[in-house]
């Protein structure tokens, strides 16, 4: 499973406490039917034997859809159950133990919080990592979100895979794609989801969108409709799915913050904001001051 060819878009990990009453594998088999395709068993609770249990229903599953199984954690469950993959955090085991105990072709990701985290894991040899809490995240208590710079940061200098999560929702999903992002994870916004499948479709959608409009880019074709646009906004380059600027304005959370905006070298008046299109290539500066100065 491992190698130059792994990759993927939408990753699902596991959350009983958010589908009371419903069952773990039904849940994260409509994941996968809307689009998901990378999953992680991850379960802080249950003892060993329950979590073995789990962990081969899951690569079951999996290995019936032909996607890739992770264990967040333990190495050793993973090679228990067969899985593809193990994921760890900053605290645990280092990345060239657990490659020694589970062997060259499994894949091994790591949690990152900051850019410096990230370049050591990739240095490490890491197969993918996880960039986040992108927000904060009841998955992640008392662990400070990292932020949509940290995105922007990944996508700027690292090579590898790796998938933006913490937090995140439809309703905030434009906005960690415009910092950069091709790849998205979600827990509670897909398993607490009465109809996780038409979430994951709509996840999954989004980011294609994504793709298509950045191949459409490269080829010089026509952009499809409702795809992000190139514009370098405050001296990076980037996308968004915005398409006037006050949209823009509002996604970086500085509507109702001292503003002024200029757009190719013209400042646009507050009132102007909302009819003022965004167009491919275009430069915008937002000046936020700050304080009574």
Known sequence: MRGAGFDFRLYAITGEPYHPGRDLIGVMEAAIRGGADIVQLRDKESPPSRLLDKARALRELTR?????????????????????????????????????MLGEDKIIGVSTHNIAQAREAVRQGADYIG????????????????????????????????VAIGGITLDNADEVLDAGARRLCAVSAIVGSPDPEAISREFRQR??????????????????????????????????????????IERHGLADRRVVAEVDGEIVARAAWSRTPLKAGATIELVHFKGGG
Do not use: C
Request: glycine share 10%; charged share 25%.
């Open 131 to 162: 960039v986040g809490p992108v927000y904060p995240t009841p998955t992640k208590p008392g662990r400070p979100a990292a932020g949509l710079e940290f995105v922007r940061q990944a996508a700027a200098e690292i090579a590898i895979p790796w």
């Open 207 to 248: 980011i294609e969108a994504r793709e298509a409009g950045r191949s459409a880019r490269l080829s010089g074709a026509e952009l499809p409709a409702g795809s992000p646009i190139p514009i370098r906004l405050n001296g990076r380059e980037t996308e968004t799915t915005a398409r006037t600027l006050m949209e823009l």
């Open 64 to 100: 019936r859809y032909g996607v890739p199984f992770i264990v967040n954690d333990h190495p050793e469950l993973a090679l228990a159950a067969e899985a593809d993959g193990v994921h760890l955090g900053q605290e645990d085991m280092p990345i060239a133990a657990a490659r020694r």
